[in-house]
């Protein structure tokens, strides 16, 4: 971490031209293919605008998020997706994070190992969704088997009850993604420069301290990065869900992704569903705000 | 010189007059794999190529609403979920102004029963044309009732013959009878989908009485009070002896039970029945009597719940597309068709091949039962969720059933009046 | 001596440890995989540890035309989009990282909010942009859609990786006479390539498993694996043995990506001596 004295400090912040090189093809693409339809997006969220045209199209300016500030189904939903987020993410950094630890030690098999961690992440969304539910069945399920040696019983199965149904979901979330998060702490932990943390062993630092006040202080960008991408998904989820439960018992799992679901192509409300869309992507901009400022230095101008 | 232009000219006309081709969309299943298998007979026989596409059936509203608007249609041929006829209605070529056949002969009403045709009905005139049976047939465990000991026993208690129970209250009667043996006499349908409006609207007509009914092209609350109470205790009393998670049953758990043996019987659609006699999935194949569902105490009903094809109006090839349709339907390709796996339409297919499809007798019975659900409104898939959510917040003991009647009319009432 | 034995230790349990952990988080992967291999009716009535060995399931999947296709479309897609996005999502980001310029803030976050929409909200203006273009049915299209979903991740997932490297292998670099862009491409990215491994694979597994934009963009000629598989989800009830049997099939080309490149890497990390 020395900087050599003997090199200059090139003052690389002063120079603008070459920047443009490096962001341009990205910024096209991304603004060429999305600009039309975010804009079109969040248009239509002024409008009444039923899929299959039946004359009532037209402007109507915020009525729709007017009807959906009185909606309880919007709320519910809302609160349901809140909820999941702020119990399924927390729980898998933590795992992710420790299994990182323990897998930057040196033992046999760790890469191979390693590998076949990351296979939850892998499989399609309905796949991982209808194995949950499978395995959730109360005649047959394999996991309503295990539950019952322990001497949980659910005769009615635990999808048909909504509380429960709903912890399946989270579950089956964090089973899933608790190793991406591991991916990315672990990349994270093994770019660490070594000498620091053999520095701090050989002073006789426990683990727990050195957890603590090295490792973590330095993963500060790298956990904000792995909360901040998982995040924006998780607000989002959908297939896995919907194949798992359909948004049910009733509406116990009606999540918000769901719900914009519901009535974009069930009731074929486009421009309510584009207002829940916008309603999602301020929501996603607070959580974005909140995380970056605190801990990554792109907000320091 | 000349002579070989003119040869070519003629040639490069002759193909352009017969090498049209179609696109058609339709959902993705053993009944539409089917076409697939014999599609290279239909394309030699008119010159029609066709570009099939089947996508997954949960996804055919979305790509249909797309892809077919008043100005603009990339598909020649759609499929349409007869629930979803009322949103594509008006940009569908009526029946009537679909041409002749020039290979295979436009079918008629004296082909598809009218009850049947009716699914593609829309404004007062017919939309489409119907491209499978699909409607509620009733299941029976044929070992069940054909056992000596239980006929014996049975007959002892309630003074008539084990059989295919003909009235629902002989259904509650085996219900109880087979409680006795450890066999659930009843599987319901408890998902909170489509299916559930379906059970609902089987039970209130059964016991006389329908949700919505048209008056004057529009639809109006038409509910009994009483008689829809009685169609949900009824209801809730049967599922005292359904299996364990009839609480939240949908397909998938109501094909595994009655296929792993556990239960007496059960409405089914015929798309489903193919897996209940395969010997890879099913224990009771060939253990299975199909017939119409047992009558309520007014009236015996059996839910439709057809495709159509449909051809819009905005596409350019709406002969070959209409072509197609008719070679679906038509009776000597049907009879090749039903063999990999199409659920046929035609009254004649359904009686000729029963014998190797024995669950074709029951569907031809149950024809003459069929009833409609409310779905020829732009808003069914609303009006379906407050009968959903309300007939199934009863039977699942979420709120009470005069709880539910009530709340019925009222958010039906309710989501009419705004639509004015 | 003791220090010795102590490590051994520790490494024999962090070893079962981590074996158990692997176990019990592949035990849904393992019903997957072993469902693909029996009868639809003894995967409701037989033990989840059984093995059993029919291939039934397997025969039907590939008797299903659109199948193999389909795979070869998602490959295409999947390998031609992660590509673009990686070159063009690591410049960006190094564009972020390296550089103050005016704006650096407002077109960070637009990356972020351009990734923040649900997929569902886009499909319908996305199909009309594509559709007045006559491009659907086309791989460039969905390529175009995944590249400008991915970027954004890729971009934001680089980030920390790249502000973590020291700057002073470029300066040096630049001090030898190399212009900043041989300095990123020959000196900056072979040191981040743990970072550029995980946006490599998490990009492919986005774009590989990806369903609406395919849905809406595919017909019958670019169909991808996720619409195929989904295929077997049946009108009613989801065809369970084939379902699994075709899930397992399209996580071979996934598996064999990351292995390849976790080796490249490795072999890239050991042979040029390039060590933080």
């Known amino acids: ?301 | 010189m000349r002579k070989l232009l003119v040869v070519l000219l003629t040639v490069l006309f002759a193909t352009m007059m017969f090498s049209q081709s179609i696109k058609v969309l339709a959902w993705d299943d053993a009944h539409s794999q089917s076409w697939n298998t014999l599609l290279k007979d239909f394309e030699k026989a008119t010159g029609i190529q066709v570009d099939l596409e089947l996508i997954p059936s949960g996804s055919m509203l979305q790509k249909t609403s797309l892809n077919v608007t008043e100005n603009k249609a990339n598909y020649d041929l759609v499929a349409i979920d007869e629930g979803n006829v009322a949103k594509f209605g008006d940009l569908l070529l009526p029946y009537s102004q679909w041409p002749k056949g020039k290979v295979y002969p436009k079918v008629g009403t004296n082909d598809i029963p009218a009850a049947i045709f009716a699914a593609a009905e829309w404004g007062g005139q017919l939309v489409g044309i119907p491209n499978n049976g699909n409607m509620y047939i009733w299941m029976t465990r044929k070992d069940l009732i054909n056992d000596e000991a239980n006929k014996e026993e049975f007959f002892k208690h309630f003074g008539y013959e084990l059989q295919v129970p003909q009235t629902l209250d002989q259904l509650m009667n085996m219900c109880v009878f087979f409680e006795t043996k450890g066999i659930y006499g009843f599987a319901p349908f408890t998902a909170t989908s489509e299916g559930a409006t379906c059970e609902a609207v089987m039970f209130f007509e059964s016991f006389g009485t329908s949700v919505l009914e048209m008056v004057d092209g529009k639809y109006e609350v038409s509910l009994d009070r009483e008689k829809a109470l009685q169609a949900i205790r009824f209801y809730k009393e049967l599922m005292k002896f359904s299996p364990p998670g009839a609480m939240s049953m949908g397909h998938a758990e109501r094909i595994g039970a009655f296929s792993d043996g556990l239960v007496f019987s059960m409405f089914q659609w015929p798309g489903i029945v193919p897996s209940h006699e395969n010997v890879d999935e099913s224990m009771v194949a060939g253990q299975i009597v199909y017939s119409a569902p047992p009558a309520g105490p007014f009236a015996r009903t059996a839910v439709r719940g057809c495709w159509i094809f449909g051809i819009p109006k905005a596409s350019e090839n709406q002969a070959a597309a209409a072509e197609f349709a008719y070679w679906v339907n038509n009776h000597d390709v049907g009879l090749k068709l039903a063999e990999e796996g199409m659920t046929p339409v035609r009254t004649d297919l359904l009686n000729e091949l029963s014998g190797e499809k024995p669950w074709y007798t029951g569907m031809a019975e149950a024809g003459q039962f069929a009833v409609s659900r409310p779905n020829r409104s732009v808003h069914y898939p609303e009006l379906s969720e407050v009968i959903k959510n309300n007939w199934l917040g009863a039977v699942t003991e979420r709120i009470t059933p005069e709880e539910a009647v009530e709340n019925m009319v009222k958010e039906l009432n309710a989501l009419l009046e705004s639509y004015e | 001596m003791k220090m010795k034995n102590r490590k051994k230790i520790i490494k024999w349990i962090v070893f079962i440890s981590a074996l158990i952990i692997v176990l019990v988080e592949l035990f849904p992967i393992w019903i997957i995989i072993s469902s693909g291999f029996k009868r639809d009716l003894d995967i409701r009535n037989s033990n989840p540890f059984d093995f059993q060995f029919n291939l039934r399931s397997y025969e039907l999947v590939f008797q299903k035309s659109d199948f193999v296709p389909s795979i070869g479309n998602s490959l295409i897609i999947g390998l031609s989009s992660t590509i673009i996005s990686l070159i063009f999502g690591s410049m960006a980001s190094y564009g972020i990282a390296r550089f103050r310029f005016k704006g650096r803030k407002g077109l960070s976050y637009s990356f972020l909010v351009s990734r923040m929409v649900p997929q569902i909200a886009l499909s319908v203006p996305i199909f009309i942009l594509f559709d007045r273009l006559s491009l659907t049915d086309t791989h460039i299209a969905l390529i175009l859609a995944y590249t400008s979903f991915n970027l954004p991740y890729i971009i934001w997932l680089l980030l920390p990786f790249f502000s973590s490297v020291s700057p002073s292998f470029e300066e040096a670099a630049l001090v030898d006479g190399c212009n900043k862009r041989q300095v990123f491409w020959k000196i900056f990215l072979p040191l981040t390539a743990p970072g550029l491994v995980v946006a490599a694979i998490f990009g492919f597994i986005m774009a590989w498993n990806e369903y609406i934009y395919a849905l809406i963009l595919t017909g019958n000629a670019t169909k991808t694996a996720p619409i195929a598989v989904n295929g077997f989800m049946g009108q009613y009830a989801p065809k369970w043995g084939q379902l699994a049997a075709s899930g397992t099939i399209i996580l071979i080309p996934i598996i064999i990506f990351t292995l390849t490149l976790q080796k490249y890497i490795i072999k890239g990390l050991t042979a040029g001596g390039v060590k933080g």
């Open chain 1, 1 to 301: 971490m020395s900087n050599s004295t003997t090199i200059k400090r090139l003052p690389l912040r002063k120079k603008r031209g070459p920047f443009l090189y490096f962001i341009l093809p990205a910024a096209l693409i991304v603004g060429v293919v999305l600009v039309f339809p975010i804009i079109y997006g969040f248009g239509l969220s002024f409008f009444n605008w039923p899929q299959v045209n039946d004359g009532t199209r037209a402007f109507i300016n915020v009525k729709n998020y007017m009807e959906l500030f009185k909606d309880n189904e919007f709320w519910h939903s809302l609160f349901l997706q809140l909820g999941f987020i702020f119990i399924a993410i927390p729980i898998e950094l933590i795992i992710g994070f420790f299994v990182a630890i323990l897998f930057n030690h040196d033992f046999p098999l760790s890469g191979f190992l390693r590998n076949l961690l990351l296979l939850p992440v892998f499989i399609l969304p309905i796949l991982s969704g209808l194995t949950w539910k499978l395995m959730l069945q109360p005649r047959y399920g394999a996991i309503t088997y295990l539950l019952s040696l322990f001497g949980m019983e659910f005769p009615q199965g635990i999808l048909s009850d909504q509380s429960l149904a709903y912890t399946a979901v989270i579950i089956q979330d964090i089973w899933r993604m608790w190793p991406f998060m591991f991916m990315i702490l672990y990349a994270g932990i093994t770019s660490l420069p070594k000498d620091i943390m053999e520095a701090a062993e050989i002073d006789g630092a426990g683990f727990l301290k050195k957890t603590f006040s090295i490792t973590l202080p330095m993963l500060r960008g790298t956990i904000t990065t792995a909360i901040l991408l998982r995040t924006i998904d998780a607000l989002r989820i959908f297939s896995e869900v919907f194949v798992m439960t359909g948004g049910g018992p009733g509406n116990g799992t009606m999540l918000f992704s769901l719900y914009i679901h519901k009535q974009a192509f069930e009731f074929g409300k486009l421009g309510y569903a584009s207002a829940m869309a916008v309603i999602l992507i301020v929501i996603s901009l607070f959580f974005a705000f909140g995380l970056v400022r605190k801990n990554m230095d792109i907000d320091t101008m």
